[in-house]
């Protein structure tokens, strides 16, 4: 079984109002790609892929007019794809869905928000002091992840928590003092949240859950100036230590200093005309699931070879979006 995770760059601005997709040559919202060369190459690196399931982060816009599942499945057709059906959990405000789009003939699935005494349902609200000021901090998801249970032909259950973790750029600040203001409050707010997820993740486990946390976490080891006034960054704090999950790219990552790292995303710096590699997407699987998970792989046109060897695929990756999926195939 393959599981793929996949943040693609405004695919809500893919599709009208009745979910079609715009195959024409007006711009997409990516630069410099149309929306037709957009939506054929999401399409060729989709039936590439050819996983059992893709959380799919930043999903078409589910609001009073637009629907995500109506969008996906139109899609899953345009390409034939063999993940064709949609699942979606809670919607956000964000233009920014979180949807699983999966084949039905190896997957059951269904949306299973939990709670627990130390932890709410995602769509709650998190109390806790983080910063030890003996003021409790309130803290929501914009994004509000999507727990899945999913049941093989074989009857093994697996529970999934797809995350789309909140960015720490200080949007809209400022000045340098309103900057560094924001910054911290939003790196608090990211902290918190990824403690919630560990929570339900430490329940899960603790009832005997074989899981499997994926999605793009907008974080790593070093990755902003902020992260020593609180010790750890969130992908430390979701892998945990008790209970540890495992992802061996987010393990390289750790090692920091001048090691080599993985990378997942690429950003254009306009104003420094270069661009930034960053490491923001994983899966991470529970112990039980660390025998059977086998071949972690990051699609990136130039750093995986296969990828690099096929012009096609390579394009097609690069016209798709600013990250490039992850997937781990379970010999399960």
Not at 46 to 75: G, I, Q, S, W, Y
Not at 302 to 328: E, G, K, N, Q
Request: glycine share 6%; net charge negative.
């Amino acid at each position: 079984m393959r599981l793929a995770t996949y943040n693609v760059e405004w695919f809500d601005a893919l599709f009208d109002d009745q979910g079609r997709l715009y195959m024409d040559a007006e711009p997409s919202a990516r630069h410099g790609v149309s929306r037709a060369e957009q939506a054929r190459a999401l399409g060729r690196v989709f039936a590439e892929l050819d996983a059992d399931a893709v959380l799919v982060v930043e999903a078409p816009d589910t609001n009073a007019r637009r629907d995500t599942t109506r969008a996906l499945t139109h899609f899953a057709t345009a390409f034939d794809l063999r993940c064709r059906a949609v699942l979606t959990g809670f919607a956000n405000d964000t233009q920014q869905e979180l949807a699983l789009l999966y084949d039905p003939a190896v997957l059951n699935v269904r949306h299973d928000p939990q709670a627990g005494p130390d932890a709410p349902r995602f769509d709650g609200v998190f109390r806790i002091d983080l910063d030890i000021d003996a003021t409790e901090d309130r803290v929501t998801f914009s994004k509000p992840p999507l727990e899945v249970e999913a049941v093989t032909p074989g009857g093994r259950v697996l529970r999934l928590i797809g995350a789309h973790l909140k960015s720490k750029a200080p949007h809209g600040a400022v000045g340098a003092d309103r900057i560094m203001r924001l910054s911290i409050a939003n790196r608090r707010k990211q902290l918190a949240q990824a403690i919630w997820i560990r929570r339900r993740i430490d329940a899960a486990l603790a009832a005997g859950d074989s899981v499997i946390l994926l999605g793009d976490l907008n974080d790593g080891p070093g990755l902003d100036e902020y992260e020593h006034l609180f010790g750890r960054s969130s992908v430390e704090i979701l892998l945990g230590e008790a209970a540890p999950l495992y992802d061996p790219h987010a393990l390289e990552a750790l090692k920091g200093g001048l090691a080599p790292q993985p990378t997942s995303a690429r950003f254009y710096i306009g104003p420094e005309r270069r661009y930034l590699q960053a490491m923001l997407d994983y899966i991470m699987v529970s112990q039980d699931l660390r025998p059977q998970a086998k071949a972690w792989r990051i699609w990136h046109p130039f750093d995986d070879p296969d990828c690099w060897d096929s012009p096609d695929l390579r394009a097609a990756l690069l016209a798709a979006s600013d990250h490039f999926p992850v997937t781990v195939d379970l010999d399960i």
